[in-house]
């Protein structure tokens, strides 16, 4: 062996050494376990847990807490909480003015547009008359002078008691019925077997959509904004997350939805009584294409690709 061939073969060694060792982790530590929350609504408990089957192929543990929508951003200002993938707007805007002008946050994309929020009816009570929020006064006898809205605590049953207690619509002396999405969603149900009149918060995406035959009133834009409450879903991280585990970041930043994936996850619950995990993983099944972009540039937590992590770990 020549002096220069035994130069380039010592200076090759430590490269090889390094390539046949173990793969180096992409984020420390501290972010293996990634704290998000859950309000308690399908949409979110979908692709919480859309997530959560993606990070645990990918080494990764989701710690999933239900809080409603007022403690789970107040967990994030405290650092408690690092991803949420349920921030809705613009119904949530008072809370994003708080968390911004604490520094809390940080917005890691907007995963799902084309969804809407306001208030809905059966569609028999549409074809009674009942279409825009203005006709809802004159019917208050037959409503029990109740709108029924979601979790207590929510900002959307905030802003209906907004707008009693501005008098708006001629809605004084209304009352907002807070109970969960279930028991809301049961409350439709009940009232559409004697087709009985029901004025309650609905939204896409979900399978209520396809479930009941339901009617969006208008009228609501000064409330719950133009197109029936047209909205838009965010990701947030608490401030700093996205720089402290860039791999993690990079998933959820990849994490882009659309509203028939979503409306068949929630149907997988709702309607069949699928765990959510088990839901998210025939989900992704059937729609494995998403996992390409979602998993664009993202490994392993050890380092190691992550998209034949993902497809081998569901069996694709």
């Not at 409503?143 to 009693?164: R, V």
């Not at 149900?189 to 969006?216: C, I, K």
């Not at 719950?224 to 838009?232: I, L, T």
């Amino acid at each position: 062996m020549t002096q220069t061939l035994r130069r380039l073969v010592l200076a090759a060694a430590p490269v090889a050494l390094l390539a046949a060792g173990p793969a180096l982790a992409a984020d420390a530590e501290s972010c293996k376990t990634i704290r998000m929350s859950d309000p308690g609504w399908t949409d979110i408990t979908s692709t919480n847990a859309i997530a959560s089957v993606v990070l645990d192929a990918l080494g990764y543990t989701a710690d999933i807490k239900t809080l409603s929508v007022p403690i789970g951003y107040e967990a994030m200002k405290n650092k408690d909480t690092d991803v949420f993938l349920g921030n809705w707007m613009p119904a949530q805007q008072s809370f994003i003015d708080d968390l911004n002008a604490a520094g809390a946050i940080e917005v890691v994309t907007k995963n799902l547009t084309g969804a809407k929020f306001t208030l809905a009816v059966p569609s028999y009570v549409a074809e009674a008359g009942v279409k825009d929020f203005n006709d809802l006064a004159a019917n208050a006898d037959k409503f029990g002078s109740e709108i029924y809205g979601i979790e207590p605590g929510a900002p959307a049953n905030s802003n209906i008691q907004k707008m009693i207690d501005a008098g708006d619509f001629g809605l004084t002396g209304w009352k907002v019925v807070e109970s969960g999405e279930q028991a809301m969603l049961a409350q439709v149900a009940r009232a559409g077997r004697s087709q009985d009149f029901v004025v309650f918060l609905a939204w896409a995406p979900h399978p209520m959509n396809e479930v009941f035959d339901l009617t969006y009133l208008s009228g609501g834009d000064a409330y719950f904004g133009p197109n029936f409450g047209g909205a838009e879903v965010y990701t947030l991280a608490r401030t700093g997350w996205s720089a402290e585990c860039p791999n993690a970041a990079t998933l959820f930043r990849n994490l882009v939805f659309e509203i028939g994936l979503e409306n068949a996850m929630m149907g997988r619950i709702l309607n069949d009584g699928t765990d959510p995990e088990a839901a998210a993983k025939a989900e992704l099944k059937a729609n494995p294409a998403v996992l390409d972009a979602w998993l664009a540039g993202v490994t392993t937590f050890d380092g190691q690709p992550g998209l034949d992590a993902v497809k081998a770990e569901l069996g694709l």
